[in-house]
């Protein structure tokens, strides 16, 4: 089974300039994650979606921030403009909640935001 | 709100030997999940060991197991036979039932397998 593709790997910006990351979940898990991981800290959420509606973006800045789950499937979270503070990995995971799941999370390799 | 700590930056150990990860949270409910999750180079979080809290038994893993001490809000990772790829950054998370199933991390603990 594929585990959570996520892409680019690596991504460096200018300050000002916009920059996207796309998730691809693990076939048939209902609910995706976005997390966003500081250099030698835990990762924080950003925003989980159960199916296409974001149940808890409380986290994540709207002023630049955005993130969308079209069908149910893959994320797309977009940052626009970028600015030297966002340098960061950011996490996608996806879970299957209920139907007598164990609600495990399970993560990609992340994208490592380099902002110049 | 949930908090959980890892009170150990960095843990080393030698190949073959036991170490042992702490991680503390503090809550007021009743019913949660915990996890051990590791985090190596390539920054794949996998998980390692997961415990539900209604739960008396301590999970294992293999080599992996958890000393769950529900009182103390403790939950301790014990890895035996130490393997030089074990070697990674180790996160604790605690998970809520009830709040949109929210998961907090703690800082994590970076250990070292020596040869």
């Known amino acids: 089974e594929a585990g959570v593709v996520q892409s680019p790997r690596y991504k460096i910006i200018e300050k000002k300039q916009p920059v996207a990351f796309w998730c691809n979940p693990i076939?048939?898990?209902?609910?995706l994650y976005w997390y966003l991981q500081n250099l030698g800290q835990g990762p924080e959420l950003l925003i989980r979606?159960?199916?296409?509606?974001?149940?808890?973006d409380s986290q994540l800045p709207k002023d630049r921030f955005s993130a969308e789950r079209l069908k149910g499937v893959d994320s797309t979270l977009k940052i626009q403009p970028a600015e030297l503070g966002d340098s960061a990995v950011y996490l996608c995971a996806s879970s299957l909640v209920g139907q007598g799941s164990t609600d495990t999370q399970y993560f990609g390799p992340g994208t490592r935001l380099t902002v110049l | 709100a949930q908090t959980v700590t890892q009170s150990q930056p960095e843990m080393s150990v030698q190949e073959a030997e036991t170490v042992t990860l702490s991680c503390t949270y503090d809550t007021s409910e009743s019913d949660y999940y915990l996890f051990w999750y590791k985090q190596p180079p390539s920054r794949q979080m996998i998980l390692v060991i997961r415990?539900?809290?209604?739960?008396?038994q301590n999970a294992t893993e293999n080599r992996f197991s958890v000393n769950f001490q529900k009182a103390a809000k403790s939950f301790s990772l014990k890895i035996s036979d130490s393997q030089l790829g074990d070697a990674a950054m180790y996160f604790c998370?605690?998970?809520?039932?009830?709040?949109?199933?929210?998961?907090?991390f703690g800082a994590g603990t970076r250990l070292t397998v020596k040869p």
């Open positions: 076939s048939g898990h209902n609910t």
């Open positions: 415990q539900e809290a209604y739960k008396q």
């Open positions: 998370a605690y998970r809520s039932p009830y709040n949109n199933n929210d998961m907090r």
């Open positions: 979606y159960e199916n296409e509606e974001a149940v808890d």
